[in-house]
Nanobody, 123 residues
Framework: QVQVVESGGGLVQAGGSLRLSCTVS????????MGWFRQAPGKEREGVSY????????HYVDSVKGRFTMSRDNAKNTVYLQMNNLKPADTGMYYC????????????????WGQGTQVTVSS
């Protein structure tokens, strides 16, 4: 049984930082591309960042470039999202997703999803 569990969300003031973690079990982690997505109230879910199988390639949505960094530790079956200089517009539920296919992750069609962790940025 595959489990995807996010953690690290919380309430932070604008300009602050948070580090999200996502630990996956029940699959061969190094064979899966990973992504972070977020959804704000009343808005559609959007892709925030993606990382390939080795961690050597990452992609970010324009709004977070230079502020967010995604990484992975295949020995720990975990991906991270370091979020710096947070803005109120970053508020939302953050979801972690896993799929064997890089294209599926980027398209938001991953096979496995976590339950999400809430990030709230106050102004």
């Amino acid at each position: 049984q595959v489990q995807v569990v996010e953690s690290g969300g919380g309430l932070v003031q604008a300009g602050g930082s948070l580090r999200l973690s996502c630990t996956v079990s029940g699959l061969t982690f190094e064979n899966y591309a990973m992504g972070w997505f977020r959804q704000a109230p009343g808005k559609e879910r959007e892709g925030v960042s993606y990382i390939n199988y080795t961690g050597r390639s990452t992609h970010y949505v324009d709004s977070v470039k230079g502020r967010f960094t995604m990484s992975r530790d295949n020995a720990k079956n975990t991906v991270y999202l370091q979020m710096n200089n947070l803005k109120p517009a970053d508020t939302g539920m953050y979801y972690c997703a896993a799929d064997r296919s890089w294209g599926a992750v980027v398209a938001g069609r991953s096979e496995y999803w976590g339950q999400g962790t809430q990030v709230t940025v106050s102004s």
